[in-house]
T-cell receptor, first 119, second 109 residues
Framework: NAGVMQNPRHLVRRRGQEARLRCSPMKGHSHVYWYRQLPEEGLKFMVY????????ESGMPKERFSAEFPKEGPSILRIQQVVRGDSAAYFC?????????????????FGEGSWLTVV | KNEVEQSPQNLTAQEGEFITINCSYS?????LHWLQQHPGGGIVSLFMLSSGKKKHGRLIATINIQEKHSSLHITASHPRDSAVYIC???????????FGTGTSLTVIP
């Protein structure tokens, strides 16, 4: 059973370009979370998605950032018109049952991250 | 003020030493995770706790819900334990984590 797969692992974009980061959750997991880790800072929640639904996007910047988790295919975090401040590691995590999984003792699984560098 | 505070920020230990990393949180939580992140690498969830104590090999995690405090202990530390350890509180609605800023551990042979 493959873990959470993120790609690309490393992405370089020029200012103004678009960045697309993909996350394939573990098999059987329908809940996906995106987190951002800025240089020298801790992880910050961005968005929580279920298939075809955004459940909580309170951590997403209001402009240029969007996320989706379609019925088929990976979850995608899209950053339009990237700026240098977007340079960070973006981590995806998945769980099988969302918040219910916490109470049932199941845990959350992280991907290895996508490192975005804006030049 | 961060919802989750960790200490120490940096820690250097000799191989074999007993290590403790502390985490205090101010939010209501449904569970607390200890995560491990190696340099340039991904994140692994070591423990999920909602009460008491858990042990896995040389790692022990404890949580005191009343005091809103958790500790991660590493017994007989080894250079391969060198990593950043992150405390993450899973919020009451279960939607998101509140992360500590991490403790960077270096174990010297």
């Amino acid at each position: 059973n493959a873990g959470v797969m993120q790609n690309p692992r490393h992405l370089v974009r020029r200012r103004g370009q678009e960045a697309r980061l993909r996350c394939s959750p573990m098999k059987g997991h329908s809940h996906v979370y995106w987190y951002r880790q800025l240089p020298e800072e801790g992880l910050k929640f961005m968005v929580y998605l279920q298939k075809e639904n955004i459940i909580d996007e309170s951590g997403m910047p209001k402009e240029r950032f969007s996320a989706e988790f379609p019925k088929e295919g990976p979850s995608i975090l899209r950053i339009q018109q990237v700026v240098r401040g977007d340079s960070a590691a973006y981590f995806c995590a998945s769980s099988p049952l969302g918040d219910k999984s916490v109470y049932s003792g199941n845990t959350i699984y992280f991907g290895e991250g996508s490192w975005l560098t804006v030049v | 003020k961060n919802e989750v505070e960790q200490s120490p920020q940096n820690l250097t230990a000799q191989e074999g030493e007993f290590i403790t990393i502390n985490c205090s949180y101010s939010v209501g939580i449904s569970a607390l995770h200890w995560l491990q992140q190696h340099p340039g690498g991904g994140i692994v969830s070591l423990f999920m706790l909602s009460s008491g104590k858990k042990k896995h090999g040389r790692l022990i995690a404890t949580i005191n819900i009343q005091e809103k405090h958790s500790s991660l202990h590493i017994t007989a530390s080894h250079p391969r334990d060198s990593a950043v350890y992150i405390c993450a509180a899973w919020g009451p609605t279960g939607n998101q984590f509140y992360f500590g800023t991490g403790t960077s551990l270096t174990v010297i042979p």
